[in-house]
């Protein structure tokens, strides 16, 4: 029986091709689990490109494309990564928008390795405490975050992680934090 803790809460998942396949695959299933509804939301239509590290693995159907949604029309924002993904993302105006308006909502959001690249290109990064994949720590430091090594931080309605390997305690602190989400 599934913990029902997100009943009601719709949860979007913000990817396109090369995304982590256990990035997004472990979070989702937590999600769906915890009761909620997930939706991906993406750069295009049809279904996404999963890579495990540089090699492709599955496809994943997409439910919404980025320029069709609002924050408003969701409860949280989670954030896979995989190189290639937010990458891509950070490019996409449509994205970026969508994820500073979760953060001008103070609606909660998860994100892991890689995403944090588009906390950094949507400038909601300076001031908080958050990890990442080690080679982000730059590019956060530079956009006023405070990046510590540790594989799960949360700071606010923001959580973050560094890695798959991170996922098992990453996934219990965002359904905690998804939660608090207030319909």
Sequence with gaps: ????????????????DMVE???????WKAVQDAGATAELISNKSGSIQLFKHYDKADTFPVDRQVTEVSAND???????????????MRMNS???????DFFDA???????CHALWLLAEADVA??????????????????????????????????TSRKPDDIPAFNPEMIKLFATAVR
């Design 1 to 16: 029986m599934p913990n029902a803790v997100l009943r009601g809460l719709k949860v979007a998942f913000l990817a396109t």
């Design 126 to 159: 300076r001031g908080r405490t958050m990890t990442s994949w080690p080679s982000l720590r730059t590019d956060l430091v530079n956009a006023g975050a405070d990046w510590v090594d540790q594989e799960v931080v949360v700071d606010g309605n923001l959580v």
């Design 94 to 100: 449509a994205a970026v928008r969508f994820v500073r």
């Design 74 to 88: 969701y409860d949280a924002l989670m954030l896979p990564g995989g190189v290639g993904n937010p990458d891509t």
């Design 21 to 27: 396949t256990p990035e997004l695959v472990q979070p």
């Design 106 to 112: 103070g609606k909660p959001v998860a994100a892991i």
